[in-house]
């Protein structure tokens, strides 16, 4: 996901603005063109204060009575394991 994706982004249960809490960037070349992404990292709302993972560049924001928590809350908990860095090189 890119970042100033974030600035659209709100949560779906209470409607306010999310930050971002942990990541790690990745930079990938993509129709010639250098773009910097968010691949892993956990975003969490501002006012009620909960997680959305984000995975492989994936943004993983349900409504909290639609979400499968089981499958959330291992996404949370794998996402809170990776080292905040940026990673310069080119991957994937
Ligand atoms: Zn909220």
Do not use: H
């Not at 975003?43 to 009620?48: A, E, F, P």
């Not at 794998?78 to 090189?89: E, G, I, V």
């Amino acid at each position: 996901m890119r970042e100033n994706i974030l600035k659209i982004l709100v949560c779906p249960d209470c409607g306010n603005e999310l930050e971002l809490i942990k990541s790690n960037k990745k930079s990938r070349i993509i129709g010639g063109e250098r773009i910097e992404e968010i691949w892993d990292g956990i975003l969490k709302c501002k006012n009620c204060g909960r997680l959305f993972p984000i995975t492989r560049g994936v943004v993983w924001i349900y409504p909290k009575n639609l979400m499968r928590k089981d499958i959330i809350n291992k996404l949370i908990s794998s996402a809170q394991r990776t080292r905040t860095r940026t990673s310069p090189q080119d991957s994937e």
